[in-house]
């Protein structure tokens, strides 16, 4: 007979948005055992979920199926609990336990609404900022120790089905507590984990990031050589559970709490402008730079060559910012195969607010995308 198990479970503190902004009413924590990780060759044995009622109390309900035969009962139940309104929360949920539980749906022949109730995996919240994080592994219960989750409990999957298989032998009262605690424990720790929404906004900075400050400053780099960076300030939506730090190509992003910075060198010095079709260039040697054939029609033969890709090209002398990717025109480099373009860091710039918010955004994202 399929068991169902149900407790009041206390409030505990949430975040002021939760993931994906989505309502207390709606979140349904949900995390599933099963016997192995293929479809076809495993089944669903517990579901659990845990509401958020209206006194802040939650409400855990476990499903529990204690042979194969009670599977089809077993996801009936769970899906019958379900409402179109609800939001799936779960972690790495969309790549195993929503298509597990779909394809054991669809073998065992038993309607399955998941695929028009929406769904939020925590874990693709938290896979992205794995380095800046510190993480060494993309764990739940690895993420819990980050945050501070409080949880004990470390069982792992194989151990769930061992357990369970003690279990189906035996009628192991001790076996079947094992299991159902590790599944409690996992979906408390979601609700641990719902304060992942305050990094959320780090991947939508494609409108620029809000700064309360920003300014260049002079420093002396690790061997006393004078340079200059970009400091850039801002305060996230809101406090941050886990420090971050970042770098990439001499760039960083630091948060913790409540401030965030973001540091980029600024290059003060000679550059090039590489011009895009050499053919129509003549390079001057002397002169160190190229000119259009339609003036060096002019110039005396003598000092003047054919250009090349790599000398076709004017210098620019001044400050300037770094970018990987099309940001901000007209581009110079070092030499023309830098993977690093430079553009003018003008006094226009300087004085425009929206620029800055919006090259915040720029950094963030070439930080992140770092493997």
Same mark, same amino acid.
């Given at each position: 007979? +399929?068991?169902?198990?149900?407790?009041?479970?206390?409030?505990?503190?949430?975040? *002021?948005?939760?993931?994906?902004?989505?309502? +207390?009413?709606?979140?349904?924590?949900?995390?599933? &055992?099963?016997?192995?990780?293929?479809?076809?060759?495993?089944?669903?044995? #517990?579901?659990?979920?845990?509401?958020?009622?209206?006194?802040?109390?939650?409400?855990?309900?476990?499903?529990?199926? &204690? /042979?194969?035969?009670?599977?089809? *009962? +077993?996801?009936?139940?769970?899906?019958?609990?379900?409402?179109?309104?609800?939001?799936?929360?779960?972690? /790495?949920?969309?790549?195993?336990?929503?298509?597990?539980?779909?394809?054991?749906?669809?073998?065992?022949?038993?309607?399955?609404?998941?695929?028009?109730?929406?769904?939020?995996?925590?874990?693709?919240?938290?896979?992205? +900022?794995?380095?800046?994080?510190? #993480?060494?592994?993309?764990?739940?219960?690895?993420?819990?120790?980050?945050?501070?989750?409080?949880?004990?409990?470390?069982?792992?999957?194989?151990?769930?089905?061992?357990?369970?298989?003690?279990?189906?032998?035996?009628?192991?009262?001790?076996?079947?507590?094992?299991?159902?605690?590790? %599944?409690?424990?996992?979906?408390?720790?979601?609700?641990?984990?719902?304060?992942?929404?305050?990094?959320?906004?780090?991947?939508?900075?494609?409108?620029?990031?809000?700064?309360?400050?920003?300014?260049?400053?002079?420093?002396?780099?690790?061997?006393?050589?004078?340079?200059?960076?970009? #400091?850039?300030?801002?305060?996230?939506?809101?406090?941050?559970?886990?420090?971050? #730090?970042?770098?990439?190509?001499?760039?960083?992003?630091?948060?913790?709490? %409540? *401030?965030?910075?973001?540091?980029?060198?600024?290059?003060?010095?000679?550059?090039?402008?590489?011009?895009?079709?050499?053919?129509?260039?003549?390079?001057?040697?002397? &002169?160190?730079?190229?000119?259009?054939?339609?003036?060096?029609?002019?110039?005396?033969?003598?000092?003047?060559?054919?250009?090349?890709?790599?000398?076709?090209?004017?210098?620019?002398?001044?400050?300037?910012?770094?970018?990987?990717?099309?940001?901000?025109?007209?581009?110079?480099?070092?030499?023309?195969?830098?993977?690093?373009?430079?553009?003018?860091?003008?006094?226009?710039?300087?004085?425009?607010?929206?620029?800055?918010?919006?090259?915040?955004?720029?950094?963030?994202?070439?930080?992140?995308?770092?493997?």
């Amino acid at each position: 007979m +399929l068991q169902r198990i149900e407790k009041i479970l206390p409030p505990v503190a949430l975040p *002021e948005h939760l993931p994906g902004d989505t309502g +207390l009413d709606s979140a349904v924590l949900i995390d599933i &055992e099963t016997t192995g990780l293929s479809p076809e060759r495993s089944f669903v044995y #517990l579901i659990g979920q845990i509401r958020f009622l209206e006194n802040g109390e939650r409400q855990l309900r476990q499903y529990f199926a &204690e /042979n194969a035969a009670q599977e089809a *009962e +077993l996801l009936r139940a769970f899906f019958q609990s379900l409402k179109k309104s609800d939001v799936l929360i779960q972690y /790495n949920g969309d790549r195993f336990d929503l298509p597990f539980l779909a394809k054991r749906a669809a073998k065992l022949d038993v309607p399955c609404p998941l695929e028009h109730i929406p769904s939020l995996d925590l874990y693709k919240i938290i896979h992205p +900022l794995k380095n800046v994080l510190g #993480l060494i592994d993309g764990r739940q219960q690895t993420v819990e120790s980050l945050l501070g989750t409080g949880r004990i409990e470390a069982r792992s999957g194989k151990e769930l089905i061992a357990a369970y298989g003690d279990f189906t032998e035996s009628g192991s009262e001790t076996a079947r507590q094992l299991i159902l605690s590790h %599944n409690e424990a996992d979906i408390r720790g979601l609700s641990g984990l719902l304060c992942l929404s305050a990094y959320e906004p780090l991947f939508h900075t494609e409108q620029g990031i809000p700064l309360y400050r920003a300014k260049a400053q002079p420093y002396l780099s690790y061997d006393g050589t004078p340079r200059n960076e970009l #400091l850039l300030y801002f305060h996230p939506r809101e406090p941050y559970p886990a420090p971050i #730090l970042g770098t990439a190509h001499g760039c960083m992003l630091r948060v913790q709490g %409540n *401030e965030g910075i973001i540091k980029i060198p600024i290059y003060t010095g000679e550059l090039r402008y590489y011009y895009a079709d050499y053919r129509e260039y003549w390079y001057f040697p002397e &002169e160190d730079e190229a000119l259009h054939r339609s003036v060096a029609v002019y110039a005396d033969r003598s000092h003047r060559i054919p250009a090349t890709a790599d000398t076709c090209y004017t210098r620019k002398t001044g400050d300037f910012l770094p970018e990987w990717s099309e940001f901000q025109n007209p581009v110079f480099k070092k030499e023309r195969r830098d993977p690093t373009a430079w553009f003018e860091f003008t006094t226009e710039l300087r004085q425009n607010r929206s620029f800055f918010e919006a090259y915040a955004g720029y950094i963030v994202r070439h930080i992140l995308s770092q493997k």
